[in-house]
């Protein structure tokens, strides 16, 4: 798998948000993308030095359409922690 198709989107959310403070940011991944290439996608494309990665499989939920209840899908996601002083400009100011 490529760098550039790791990372799908970051995720900005309140409790992101309040990770944000101890160093950590939350992308959502490739549902292939091991912790390694998580951590060499976000080096390479912000330019920091990560820490740790932890990575999470997040269930999909149940929902209903008409009568109908079906399942939404599974999605990756990770957590980054950076080296002390490094932060990601781009989730800055929102």
């Known amino acids: 798998m490529h760098l550039y198709e790791v990372l799908r989107r970051p995720l900005i959310t ?3 948000t ?3 403070a101890k160093n950590k940011y939350a992308f959502e991944v490739a549902g292939e993308a091991n912790k390694l290439q998580v951590k060499q996608a976000v080096e390479k494309a912000f ?15 149940t ?7 079906v ?3 599974s ?3 990770a957590i980054v ?10 989730f800055e100011g929102v």
Do not use: C, H, S, Y
């Open 18 to 20: 309040v990770l944000q």
């Open 81 to 90: 922690t950076l080296k002390p002083g490094d932060k990601i400009a781009f």
């Open 63 to 69: 929902r209903r359409i008409g009568r109908r209840q």
């Open 14 to 16: 309140e409790k992101n």
């Open 71 to 73: 399942l939404t899908q």
């Open 75 to 77: 999605w990756k996601k």
């Open 47 to 61: 330019k920091v030095n990560v820490t740790a990665v932890n990575v999470m499989t997040v269930p999909g939920k």
